[in-house]
């Protein structure tokens, strides 16, 4: 096997203007919106990135025409919610969790059997979470002994919509069980403990399906209605941009104009918690495109102090805890973390890893069972494993902007699961950073 390792130099500034790629969330959802509508989709800004290309993939094994993608540009031919066909062979969700989830949803509600597979991170992953209230609506899932990939999904099965107040505040969850209520009979209604990104919900709106948002915490779909296709422009993803944002918050010089970025309200924690360690953060030309919120951010070098971060912003910045540790350990002083256990259960073990690899740079990080303390100081050169996890990897990189010495970063290859030409923008930002592939 080779390794993919990343070498960061130390020192430098961000600066310029750039835009990161698109939107994660909204590009999966984009492809599932557009499969299972009547008529034809065009999204641009389309994340090339390998998790939204294994949703593709296993759309056109179900028989979906879709043309692309080509530069962000992808055209989707709408089979309808009842037009997908049976695929020849298992369809593989690679290091997605965001796929396997989402479509265990639309698949319990098909003709036909489908197999979920995964790659060795994601089958690790919890997936009673989603077969477990699919269970109840009617589905009938096998999995793994653990509760994990593979997930066997027997079709044809009647579905019932149930009235479902969610354990863990998810919006995979929460997607499931919106998508699998378009094939139940009568409502299914999901209640979740804190608000979660809301782009199905958007997205259920955009083609023309009724939602009930009963309250910021409640929604309701009945089953039986139709998708009517439409265009999607999918924005920059915030979760991407959030690396640039935590560097060049660190690195003294820094001014840097992110352009064309998704700043929907439950996706903007990382904004939040950055500015109350100080950031300096600025919203500007704030806009709507296709349904969803943008705007451009400009933010600049600004010194960060440790704080103790508010536990209902951590589902608005669940992603962007690994840049964000970054952030606390070139801050002044202590930043502690509560009631994010979910990080534990993300691509790899977040807390522990990354606790890992700021130890390895000469920070103290203590990881407890929901989250983490660390002490902001000094960071040191060194190596760090990104145990196979993009985000991971992307902020040990970012980090080498404020260490004494190189940084080498283990096991990179899954950048391109979400953020496909990461090191080159970086680099035209101004990190030095390189890329080696070792036998
Ligand atoms: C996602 C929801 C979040 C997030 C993931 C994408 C989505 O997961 O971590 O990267 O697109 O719905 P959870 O719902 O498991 O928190």
């Keep these: ?6 070498i960061a130099e130390p020192g430098g500034a961000l ?27 065009t999204v641009t800004g389309f994340l090339q990135g390998e998790d939204c290309l294994a949703t593709l993939r296993a759309f056109r094994a179900m028989g979906v025409l879709i043309d692309g993608p080509d530069q962000g540009r992808i055209v989707v031919r709408g089979v309808g919610l009842r037009g997908l066909r049976a695929p020849a062979g298992p369809l593989d969700m690679g290091n997605s969790g965001t796929s ?9 509600g098909q003709a036909f059997d489908t197999v979920l597979t995964g790659d060795a991170s994601l089958s690790r992953r919890p997936m009673r979470r989603v077969t477990e209230p699919l269970a109840r609506m009617g589905a009938r899932i096998k999995s793994a002994a653990q509760g994990t990939a593979p997930l ?7 579905l019932t919509g149930i009235d479902y107040p969610l354990p863990v505040a998810s919006a995979q969850v929460k997607s499931c069980l919106l998508l699998a209520g378009l094939y139940a009979e009568g409502v299914t209604r999901v209640t979740e403990p ?24 409640t929604v309701a779909v009945t089953g039986g209605g139709r998708l009517t296709a439409t265009d999607i422009d999918v924005p920059a993803d915030i979760s991407s941009a959030a690396f640039f944002l935590v560097g060049a918050s660190l690195a003294p010089g820094s001014d840097l104009l992110l352009e064309h970025v998704g700043v929907n309200p439950t996706r903007t924690g990382v904004i939040n918690i950055l500015r109350l360690m100080g950031a300096d953060v600025e919203i500007l030309n704030p806009r709507l495109a296709g349904g969803e919120p943008v705007a451009d951010l400009r933010v600049r070098h600004a010194p960060l102090r440790g704080i103790r971060i508010p536990e209902t912003l951590v589902p608005l910045a669940i992603d962007e805890f690994p840049a964000l540790f970054i952030a606390a350990a070139c801050a002044e002083g202590e930043t502690v973390l509560t ?9 790899s073990d977040r807390i522990q890893v990354m606790a890992n690899g700021l130890t390895a740079l000469g920070i103290t990080a203590v990881p407890t069972p929901d989250g983490i303390v660390i002490q902001g100081g000094a960071l040191s050169g060194g190596t760090v494993d990104s145990h196979g996890d993009h985000r991971i990897a992307m902020s040990f990189a970012i980090a080498a902007l404020r260490a004494a010495g190189p940084i080498s970063i283990r096991d990179c290859a899954n950048v391109n699961t979400s953020f496909p030409g990461f090191v080159a923008l970086a680099r035209s930002a101004g990190l030095t950073l390189r890329e080696r592939e070792a036998a």
């Design 15 to 41: 600066r310029g203007c750039i835009r990161v790629p698109g939107d994660k969330s909204i590009s999966h959802r984009a492809i599932m919106f557009g499969a299972l509508a009547d008529g034809v989709t």
């Design 339 to 347: 009631g994010a256990e979910e990080l534990r259960v993300k691509e």
């Design 152 to 158: 066997r999904i027997r079709g044809g099965q009647r």
């Design 1 to 6: 096997m080779t390794d993919h390792t990343f």
């Design 194 to 217: 804190a608000p979660t990104r809301d782009h199905t919900e958007r997205m259920l709106e955009g083609f023309g399906y009724p939602l009930a948002r009963e309250s910021d915490r």
């Design 100 to 108: 396997m989830r989402l479509m265990s949803g639309i698949l319990a």
